[in-house]
């Protein structure tokens, strides 16, 4: 294996149009002590992306999805910090008080995925309604849009 900064390139004999990798020698130049060690650490431990490691190592994503699914550990699901941000203890307080679409601005997030990860902890849009709302359709993001213009 060649070693160029932030990219590793393979060694691999070509068979009909495959490239077939010795993973063998790639951890052992990478001084992993095995293959299984060598994904632990830079799949697991770094949590380097199927799309990063294909890039270093030059192939495709799904050879390193190959490789991956060889082991007993499961691959990750795809998705990004949005989808594991964790939302504030005193959330259903904040809506309450500023309203659906004004928290979920000073989160990052769309309205639509604030009420998503909102269910999915239990709360239902009742839940939130303000103490004085008479009228449904107040404290939702459009009537808050309305608002504000």
Do not use: C, H
Not at 3 to 14: H, Q, R
Not at 23 to 47: C, I, N
Not at 75 to 96: C, F, M, S, W, Y
């Amino acid at each position: 294996m060649v070693e160029v900064p932030g990219l590793w390139v393979l060694e691999g004999e070509s068979s009909g149009g495959e490239t077939v990798i010795d993973w063998t020698t790639t951890w052992t130049r990478l001084g992993f002590a095995s293959e299984e060690e060598m994904w632990a650490d830079l799949y697991d431990r770094q949590k380097l992306s199927i799309a990063d490691l294909a890039g270093r190592f030059g192939v495709s994503r799904n050879t390193i999805r190959l490789a991956l699914g060889r082991r007993a550990t499961a691959v990750r699901g795809r998705g990004g910090a949005n989808r594991t941000a964790r939302l504030p203890e005193d959330i259903v307080a904040q809506v309450k008080e500023k309203g659906v679409l004004a928290v979920a601005k000073s989160l990052g997030l769309s309205y639509t995925t604030l009420y998503k990860r909102l269910r999915k902890i239990g709360v239902s849009v009742a839940d939130l309604r303000r103490p004085n709302d008479g009228d449904p359709a107040e404290g939702t993001p459009d009537a808050e849009v309305r608002e504000q213009e």
